[in-house]
């Protein structure tokens, strides 16, 4: 087999050769028009440049802020704590079951004031005062976990 013999694999296409003679096709302008910036060595504008005029991600106002030291608190009420069997232990895989809890938060709070018609034992982060009280009037227990015992 010589130079001459071997032939391009089909499917396979070469690369535009610009700038080689006007006989080429690609020649004069190599394929950028006539002037400007584009067409200039090293031409061309970065990402996101909106021809001098002032950037839209600039131009538009910025409101509020995002707290990176904030706590993702999953706020459940007390309420929702009547669908447990009669005393039985209310913890994060019982409210991951039954929906009240994504799993992503850190915190799980108890809050609200409601009356109970079930004892029941609650383990969470935090609860407040009328959610204690409410537990604790209808015979329930109320246990805090930290955050290590999660």
């Not at 209310?90 to 609200?112: C, F, Q, W």
Request: contains cysteine; aromatic residues 8%.
């Amino acid at each position: 087999m010589q130079l001459h013999q071997l032939k391009k694999p089909e499917g396979q296409k070469g690369r535009k050769r610009i700038g080689r003679g006007n006989a080429s096709g690609w020649g004069k302008t190599a394929a950028k028009g006539h002037k400007g910036q584009k067409s200039r060595s090293g031409g061309g504008v970065r990402r996101g440049f909106e021809g001098g005029t002032m950037p839209y991600n600039r131009r538009i106002p910025k409101r509020g802020f995002f707290n990176k030291w904030a706590e993702e608190i999953c706020v459940i009420n007390i309420r929702y704590l009547e669908r447990f069997d009669a005393d039985s232990v209310v913890d994060t895989e019982k409210l991951l079951d039954a929906g009240l809890y994504s799993g992503k938060e850190k915190i799980i709070k108890i809050i609200g004031k409601f009356d109970l018609t079930k004892a029941l034992t609650v383990k969470a982060h935090k609860f407040t005062a009328g959610a204690k009280e409410s537990i604790e009037k209808s015979g329930g227990k109320v246990e805090e976990i930290n955050f290590e015992q999660q």
